[in-house]
């Protein structure tokens, strides 16, 4: 059984910066990709940032480029989400999950984190 558990959510205002991680536990004979997502009340899921097996590629949604940061640390079995210059609009639910990346594209895969919210205030 595989568990991701998200943490670092949290109130900030406008202009602030948060930290998220997702640490992978359970089955993790094998290193996967992993995305981070956010869902906004009235919105669907999407897609915010994705990083590769090894850390050496990673996609950012154009809503967040040059904002946020993707990175991950193997050994720990933990990724992380740096969310800098926040906005009220990335107020959300955000998302860890295990997946694929392939040819710059990140795939979903089954295991999805509990959430963790993110509010930014104006």
């Known amino acids: 059984q595989v568990q991701l558990v998200e943490s670092g959510g949290g109130l900030v205002q406008a202009g602030g910066s948060l930290r998220l991680s997702c640490t992978t536990s359970?089955?993790?004979?094998?290193?996967?990709?992993m995305g981070w997502f956010r869902q906004a009340p009235g919105k669907e899921r999407e897609l915010v940032a994705a990083i590769s097996r090894s850390g050496g590629s990673t996609s950012y949604a154009d809503s967040v480029k040059g904002r946020f940061t993707i990175s991950r640390d193997n050994a720990k079995n933990t990724v992380y989400l740096q969310m800098n210059s926040l906005q009220p609009e990335d107020t959300a639910v955000y998302y860890c999950?295990?997946?694929?990346?392939?040819?710059?594209?990140?795939?979903?895969?089954?295991?999805w984190g509990q959430g963790t919210q993110v509010t930014v205030s104006s």
């Open positions: 359970g089955r993790t004979d094998s290193t996967y990709a």
């Open positions: 999950n295990r997946g694929t990346f392939l040819s710059g594209s990140y795939y979903q895969g089954h295991y």
